[in-house]
């Protein structure tokens, strides 16, 4: 097993190397991890003969296995097919390897969800990557298992889970409303009549992800630079913004750092940064667990969360301007009105 992940460990290091530039800090990371990963495995394989008579003691003492063999539908798990073997052994090994990586999952987790928005980033989008295929893959073989004494195939199960939690109300998602501020939002015609004599400016930026939020930063940015405005008319001309998508996280940078100088990062780099870590952390974790049990798990928050958190780190370089980041677009409508601010 460790021959079989130092491919996808060996390319996770170089790509991390090539990003950050930072060899000596990732090549550690990684020494440090496949030392523990080892350690564990072996402190399991050394121990897991203990382990596994005790857990069939207890399965045999309790009656658990006569149990299983009274109801037809578990007879596989206690009886092999050509009486050779122990089935019920071969379980409690499988069930000890899925009960590891079930705690490996749930830990890494966790430590994802404590990370969120907060300076060193959440779990790398790779280790969700292979995470979310790991307990897949326990899964997914253990349904196999017990619905292929019927000739069940497993996607015609998967289908009828994701069919049965479609129709809970639960697995939606809902967006939480806050109260507006209280000032006015000003009508295009009052931002307008708000302007200085002089020159209109309208500026609209398309949509296309990461690449055009950095695009419409860039620009917005660039051209508030004393260098190419040493007289200072782009910014009180410039009164109306449209965007969609990509091309509206570039004017939220920008527009946060109109309004929060000494609080928030410069609008090229907050908006080229990414967010793809958070992401990804949503659809291994939460989201995983919302489609699962969305009864259990649907006050979880969803990836679009996580990266709401990741674009309020990336756009500031203090807790304050991850604050003003964070607050419902009503709260410009007082710089808008006073012409400090394009809506």
């Excluded at 090994?93 to 890494?108: E, H, N, Q, S, W």
Aim: charged letters at 15%; one cysteine or more.
């Amino acid at each position: 097993m460790a021959g079989l992940s130092a491919p996808v460990t060996g390319t996770a290091l170089v790509f991390s190397v090539k990003q950050t530039g930072r060899s000596l800090t990732y090549i550690a990371a990684a020494l440090a991890g496949t030392a523990l990963a080892l350690t564990l495995a072996s402190a399991i394989i050394l121990n897991r003969t203990g382990l596994e008579n005790y857990i069939l003691l207890c399965l045999r003492s309790y009656g658990v296995e006569a149990c299983l063999q009274h109801f037809g539908v578990f007879q596989g798990y206690v009886t092999s097919p050509n009486g050779t073997g122990d089935p019920l052994l071969d379980h409690v090994r499988a069930f000890l390897g899925f009960g590891a990586a079930l705690i490996l999952y749930l830990a890494v987790g966790l430590c994802g969800w404590f990370c969120l928005g907060k300076r060193g980033g959440t779990v790398p989008a790779l280790s969700s990557a292979l995470m979310l295929m790991m307990i897949l893959g326990w899964m997914l073989s253990a349904t196999t298992f017990f619905f292929d004494a019927w000739h069940i195939p497993t996607l015609l199960i998967v289908a009828a889970a994701g069919t049965l939690t479609t129709f809970s109300t639960r697995s939606d998602h809902y967006y939480d409303l806050r109260d507006p501020a209280p000032d006015r939002a000003p009508t295009p015609v009052e931002a307008v009549a708000k302007m200085k004599p002089g020159h209109l400016i309208v500026a609209a930026a398309n949509g296309g992800g990461i690449q055009a939020g950095a695009w419409a930063a860039q620009v917005l940015f660039g051209l508030c630079d004393p260098k190419i405005d040493p007289e200072n008319k782009f910014r009180p001309s410039l009164r109306l913004i449209s965007s969609v998508s990509g091309g509206s996280l570039g004017s939220a940078c920008f527009m946060h750092w109109l309004a929060n100088p000494d609080d928030a990062k410069t609008p090229d780099v907050a908006a080229s940064s990414s967010s793809l870590d958070e992401v990804a952390w949503g659809l291994g974790w939460t989201e995983l667990l919302r489609a699962l049990l969305p009864w259990f798990f649907s006050g979880l928050i969803g990836r679009g969360r996580a990266l709401e958190r990741a674009w309020c780190r990336n756009s500031s370089r203090t807790p304050k301007g991850c604050q003003q980041m964070d607050l419902p677009l009503s709260n410009w409508n007082a710089r808008v009105t006073s012409a400090n601010s394009p809506p």
